[in-house]
């Protein structure tokens, strides 16, 4: 059995409108020196080449055992539809036996691995890994999400200005591999304190396209959210309509037009989604969030056809 | 948007002020955040009144966010949602349309600390991410020249915040004292000023950040002193003039000044907020305190008034 873990943040880009092409490259570029890779359809996403950072830590299992962690964090920031900015921390745990740390010339010879030094329990950790708290990680993930995120928010290439305010989700995860394994099993949770979990029990796979999925999967999860609080503001129903309608701008310059699951993902990565859409039927809540944008948007636009014109003066 | 709450001497009414126009920013529907960055006393929790928080939490407060960089721990410090927390019933009905009100509470056995790079590290990814969740955080700062006020400034000069707005409110009470040591905490040696322009601001523009508030302001005129004798009342007047005319002498005058709070007579029996309740249903707290915390909120964000000369 193979045990992957990983963390993605997902925020909106701190610049007003979508950044184009050529400012996409200087903005992801800034992780390492090599080439930032972007492809336009079926939407506008650009990747950052991955970096590492060395981790030495304890590595919780969900019995309250715990191990000595040695090894790097594979780190990377991909932009969506030049608009919704991740980074993920992802690392294989490898158990081995014998209680001591290598030289690091060991270790950066397995980019993206940490060791567990001693008897480790792979479903155990995790476990721990997907029940701890927003604010405690493993291997420091979140920290180094953060850390990435940050960066390319502070770049002197964006302006700064935030089209919508969104707070920033994390989504964890957890992927227990194993040849026998026939099909995907997964689960997904929403948490309290925003926090989303994944675990994905599945055959082999490779694990850049388990990253692709995971950051799938949190991006449309954040826009979702996004776009839910913008209507949740926007007080449908309280407000008049004109009103409601200038708070829902934003959802509809900047969200609507990114939903779209799966649509850079193939093999595994579709089973997942398609298990998705059946039970807690993500799409079918987007769907059903967009359906009363436009309705509201309609209404208003009818009734301020009826009236004076400095009301319909919101809809040029 | 940041706005830092800065005073030179401590109880002048910064933290209660602070809290009561975070609160109404909420109510009138933006989005609101409250740190407590008063790392030897805080008290946010007190005034919103969050049980489990009355004098800072026991972990992960910012205290412990800055400086104690915990591998394990994701760079997020604890959040209080106030309008589901707050022990005070009429607190926890959230009016439609209100904003979110959040509070991060600091730690109870927090503590002054001196300059630290990995601190400044974690404050500006703090302001950051704030920044893009909240349409205004309210950073509540020690009394005096303390190093969390150097700490903001370094932030605030980091390339990473260029282009987020930050304004600065220095609170003092009316008073002989309190005048010149609120000139003095930001134009003084070692002041706001200085310490900005060490820190890489530019010195007019940081200046045109900074604007006064005055608290707990008595009024010559106001109907609640209209018991005085007119003897009582024309000293009063003096008094008020003479303070004006100290105030325009240390360039804490009219044009730098943001608003005024009045004397309050529930604010000064203890530290709350004032809700409409209080005002208009109970009659304890006067409705020109409300109007002066709306009033301060509205000019904290209207651009106009904070044009750079
Ligand atoms: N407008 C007002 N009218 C009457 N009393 C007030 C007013 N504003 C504040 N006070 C009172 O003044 C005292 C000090 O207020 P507060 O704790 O907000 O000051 P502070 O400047 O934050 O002090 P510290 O430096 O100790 O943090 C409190 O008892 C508070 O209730
Ligand atoms: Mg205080």
């Given amino acids: ?316 | 948007m940041l706005v830092f709450a800065a005073s030179d001497k401590g109880g002048t009414g910064r933290s209660v002020t602070s809290c009561n126009v975070v609160y109404r920013s909420a109510l009138t529907g933006s989005d609101v955040c409250y740190l407590d960055f008063d790392f030897g006393s805080p008290t946010a929790g007190s005034i919103f009144q969050i049980t489990d928080a009355q004098r800072g939490v026991r972990q992960g407060g910012l205290h412990s966010y800055l400086l104690e960089p915990d591998i394990q721990t994701t760079g997020e410090p604890q959040r209080i949602d106030v309008w589901t927390q707050s022990s005070r019933a009429s607190l926890r009905q959230r009016p439609p349309g209100s904003g979110k009100l959040m509070l991060f509470p600091g730690d109870q056995d927090g503590g002054e600390f001196g300059p630290d790079k990995e601190a400044l590290r974690r404050c500006v990814q703090l302001l950051q991410a704030l920044d893009e969740e909240f349409d205004m955080c309210l950073i509540d700062l020690s009394a005096g020249r303390s190093y969390a006020t150097q700490l903001v400034l370094e932030a605030t000069a980091d390339p990473a915040l260029r282009g987020v707005a930050a304004r600065w409110l220095v609170f003092h009470r009316w008073t002989r004292q309190h005048i010149p040591a609120a000139a003095g905490l930001v134009y003084g040696k070692d002041g706001i000023l200085d310490a900005g322009v060490r820190a890489g601001h530019d010195k007019d523009r940081l200046q045109s950040a900074i604007k006064f508030v005055r608290t707990a302001v008595v009024d010559p005129d106001s109907i609640e002193l209209s018991g005085l004798r007119p003897a009582q009342v024309a000293w009063l007047r003096d008094c008020d003039e003479d303070l004006r005319r100290i105030a325009a002498l240390h360039q804490v005058g009219r044009r730098a000044m943001l608003g005024t709070v009045p004397l309050d007579p529930v604010l000064q029996w203890r530290e709350q907020l004032i809700s409409d309740n209080d005002v208009v249903a109970r009659d304890i707290a006067n409705n020109a305190t409300v109007d002066a915390f709306d009033e301060l909120a509205r000019k904290i964000q209207d651009d106009e008034g904070w044009a750079e000369p």
């Fill in chain 1, 1 to 316: 059995m193979v045990l992957v873990l990983g963390e993605v943040m997902t925020a909106a880009l701190r610049h007003s409108g979508g950044m184009p092409r050529e400012r996409v490259e200087d903005a992801l570029g800034l992780l390492a020196g090599e080439r930032v890779r972007i492809s336009e359809r079926p939407i506008g996403y650009a990747v950052s080449p991955k970096t590492f950072t060395g981790v030495d830590c304890r590595i919780l299992a969900r019995s309250g055992a715990k191990v000595r962690g040695v090894g790097t964090l594979m780190g990377r920031a991909c932009l969506t539809g030049g608009r919704v900015l991740q980074s993920s921390a992802v690392a294989r745990i490898d158990p081995v036996g014998g209680g001591y740390r290598r030289a690091w010339s060991h270790y950066l010879a397995r980019l993206g691995v940490v060791e567990a030094l001693g008897r480790t329990d792979l479903p155990g950790t995790a476990a721990a890994h997907l029940a701890a708290d927003r604010s405690s990680s493993t291997m420091g993930m979140g920290a180094f999400c953060v850390r990435l995120l940050s960066e390319i928010q502070g770049s002197p290439v964006l302006d700064k200005s935030t089209p919508v305010r969104a707070r920033r989700t994390v989504l964890r995860w957890a992927a227990l591999i194993d040849e026998r394994n026939e099909g995907v099993r997964v689960r997904f949770a929403v948490r309290e304190d925003g926090l989303r979990t994944v675990r994905l029990v599945l055959g082999p796979a490779e694990i850049d396209d388990i990253v692709d999925l995971c950051e799938d999967l949190a991006l449309h999860d954040w826009l979702l959210t996004a776009l839910m609080s913008v209507i949740e503001q926007s007080q449908i129903g309280v407000e008049q309509p004109a009103q409601s309608v200038l708070k829902l701008r934003p959802a509809v310059d900047h969200l609507l037009h990114l939903w779209m699951p799966a649509a850079r993902l193939g093999g595994v990565a579709l089973s997942v989604w398609e298990g998705l859409e059946s039970r807690p039927g993500l799409s079918r809540q987007w769907d059903a969030s967009v359906r009363r944008v436009r309705d509201q948007m309609a209404m208003a636009a009818a009734l301020s056809s009826s009236r004076p014109p400095e009301s319909a003066r919101f809809f040029r």
